[in-house]
């Protein structure tokens, strides 16, 4: 099975489905991925998919969107892009360590359970030297360390 044939199964969308997108690329203009100047073109991959062409897991769509829905909230249509992206990650074997948490969290709870999630996605977090960023991460998720009141 070609990989937009299992992409577009894992989405639930028909090839079809996309038959009306207007090309009007409002898509593309909201885009964070293009906000970082990478010059993705969402349109782009869902006209591949109606048409049955190969897309490569280098696609800088594919490799940095971020699931934002900006994309499906301008779209006149709604297209629900960010659920293709992830279908075609799933299908490329390009998922990030925290998407697989993710979905691993949603079969076992049936729900996104942060402590398993981040239980998970320690190794990554070590292996990328990530970890030493981890108190300003708290901070802005509004997490605080005790610290000690000073006295007058
Ligand atoms: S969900 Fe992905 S494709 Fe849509 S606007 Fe956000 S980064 Fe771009
Ligand atoms: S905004 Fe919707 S209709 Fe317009 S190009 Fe993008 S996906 Fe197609």
Same mark, same amino acid.
């Given at each position: 099975?070609?990989?937009?044939?299992?992409?577009?199964?894992?989405?639930?969308?028909?090839?079809?489905?996309f038959s009306v997108c207007?090309?009007?690329?409002?898509?593309?203009?909201?885009? *964070?991925?293009?906000? #970082?100047?990478?010059?993705?073109?969402?349109?782009?991959? #869902?006209?591949? /998919?109606?048409?049955?062409?190969? &897309?490569?897991?280098?696609?800088?769509?594919?490799?940095?969107?971020t699931g934002c829905y900006?994309?499906?909230?301008?779209?006149? +249509?709604?297209?629900?892009?960010?659920?293709?992206?992830?279908? /075609?990650?799933? *299908?490329?074997?390009?998922?990030?360590?925290?998407? !697989?948490?993710?979905?691993?969290? /949603?079969? &076992? +709870?049936?729900?996104?359970?942060?402590?398993?999630?981040?239980?998970?996605?320690?190794?990554? #977090?070590?292996?990328?030297?990530? &970890? !030493?960023?981890?108190?300003r991460w708290m901070e802005?998720?509004?997490?605080?360390?005790?610290?000690?009141?000073?006295? *007058?």
């Open positions: 099975m070609q990989t937009t044939d299992r992409a577009l199964e894992l989405t639930g969308y028909q090839r079809q489905d207007l090309g009007c690329k409002i898509c593309a203009s909201v885009c *964070t991925v293009n906000d #970082l100047s990478f010059n993705s073109n969402p349109q782009d991959i #869902l006209q591949r /998919l109606f048409l049955g062409r190969e &897309i490569a897991a280098e696609e800088p769509l594919v490799r940095f969107c900006r994309c499906t909230g301008a779209c006149p +249509w709604n297209i629900r892009i960010p659920e293709v992206v992830r279908a /075609l990650r799933e *299908t490329l074997s390009t998922e990030s360590p925290f998407e !697989k948490a993710f979905k691993a969290s /949603l079969q &076992i +709870w049936g729900r996104v359970y942060e402590p398993y999630v981040l239980m998970r996605a320690v190794p990554f #977090l070590l292996k990328g030297g990530y &970890i !030493k960023h981890m108190s802005y998720m509004g997490f605080h360390l005790p610290h000690k009141v000073k006295r *007058t």
